[in-house]
């Protein structure tokens, strides 16, 4: 992942770091509402709920890594708000 650089002729490090943080904290509220769906077997037929199950822990799982990367986005943008 590339991290932006944080130099005067760019975006300050505030706004940056304050965007990537709500990002993050949407997503959170987003994976939060998606971990309720978790698929039930009562819905699906024998052979597709293990399917739906690792379909959903795939969803999950991409969104948890583009959570995780916002966060090292947003602690990168914050060391040049302590310069």
């Known amino acids: 992942m590339k991290l932006p650089s944080l130099s ?3 975006t300050s490090a505030r706004p940056l770091f304050d ?6 904290t949407s ?7 998606l971990q309720e769906t978790w698929p039930h077997a009562r819905d699906y037929s024998s052979e597709d709920w293990p399917v739906a199950v690792a379909e959903h822990e795939d969803r999950l799982r991409r969104l948890l890594t583009v959570c ?9 943008s914050y060391t040049g708000i302590k310069r």
């Open 68 to 76: 995780l990367e916002l966060g090292d986005l947003a602690e990168h």
């Open 19 to 24: 965007s990537y943080t709500e990002a993050r």
């Open 8 to 10: 005067l002729n760019g």
């Open 27 to 33: 997503l959170r509220k987003s994976i939060a509402l």
